[in-house]
């Protein structure tokens, strides 16, 4: 790595921390299409200071990728060079209060509905949103018509440098599927609030979402959700213009895709939207899949997917 100033240090590893840290280390375990090559380093922080001090004492031009439990991502792969930082139990906190609930960025996005339920706070659109709320945040996650953007309050994060902030929903700028945060810093703590519902009546209402889910997506299978974004117009607040309401999935069954393959990597059967790893595809399988099907789509019908995936880190050396 490039030299850095006097007060930082040029390798992360020589940094003394708290938490666990890792050199070369393989990512494919930690993503849902189970795919992909090493970090160069894999940091899981103790807890906020002990990220906020990680971060202080980092050379500022390493790269700091903050991954969450990899539900919606592509590791290319030949890995991700820098530091790939992954929160875990110390983050993972769920506690409701006043028709609020505060949840680590580390919870997972249906543990948090499933607590909000209880304490009769509607956050359900949350319980079939595979991932994490730091990740669910970040990418302004939404079904059913419902959208973080709607029920966000505040959240605080770990700056680049190292620094802890408040963020409000400005700061943020909410658009459909993404949010404006500046590379590197980190979602530690989300804040949301939802409508008061009975709980029993918020129970059943999950009950049915899942139920719906289940039967029409490939949820046992090893995929990241949603591969493209529907190719819609869009509000600064994340809701559908339902003048141009158009679905990806019938873009894809359009252009005679469903059940699409490339090496272990198929659009399902089941959903022509989701991408799976049917066993042994690499993450140039599960790419070039995608664009293939963005290519068809495209000189089908002259409308350009957008990958709603993320796809990150170098290609496999040739």
């Known amino acids: 790595m490039p030299h850095s100033p006097d007060n930082k240090t040029d390798q992360p590893q020589d940094i003394p921390v708290r938490g666990r840290l890792g050199i070369d280390q393989d990512l494919s375990r930690l993503t849902w299409l189970r795919a992909g090559g090493p970090a160069d380093v894999l940091f899981q922080p103790a807890d906020t200071e002990d990220l906020a001090q990680f971060l202080a004492a980092l050379d500022p031009v390493v790269p700091v990728f903050p991954m969450g439990v990899g539900s919606n991502l592509i590791v290319r792969d030949g890995g991700i060079r820098g530091v790939v930082i992954r929160l875990g139990r110390g983050f993972n906190a769920i506690t409701c209060a006043e028709g609020q609930v505060v949840a680590g960025a580390a919870a997972l996005d249906a543990h948090v509905a499933i607590r909000a339920g209880e304490a009769g706070i509607d956050l359900g659109f949350l319980r079939t949103i595979p991932g994490s709320i730091g990740g669910a945040l970040r990418m302004n996650a939404g079904c059913y018509g419902s959208y973080v953007a709607d029920v966000f309050r505040s959240a605080r994060a770990v700056t680049r440098d190292g620094r802890i902030v408040e963020l409000g929903a400005a700061d943020l700028a909410f658009a459909y ?3 404006d945060l500046a590379p590197g810093w980190v979602i530690t703590e989300v804040t949301l609030q939802g409508p008061q519902v009975a709980p029993e009546d918020l129970a059943a209402a999950m009950a049915d979402q899942l139920a719906r889910r289940d039967a029409s997506q490939p949820t046992k299978a090893r995929s990241a959700g949603s591969t493209f974004r529907n190719p819609a117009g869009f509000s600064s607040t994340g809701r559908a213009d339902d003048v141009h309401d158009l679905k990806a999935w019938k873009l894809i069954d359009e252009a005679g895709l469903r059940g699409h393959r490339r090496g272990g990597a198929q659009m399902s059967e089941k959903h022509s939207n989701f991408m799976i790893n ?22 089908d019908r002259g409308i350009e997917l957008e990958w709603e995936i993320m796809r990150v880190g170098d290609p496999a050396p040739e």
Do not use: I, M, S
Request: proline fraction near 0%.
């Open 177 to 179: 599927r993404q949010t």
């Open 278 to 299: 049917t066993g042994g595809a690499t993450g140039a399988d599960l790419e070039g899949l995608g664009e293939e099907v963005r290519k068809k789509v495209f000189n």
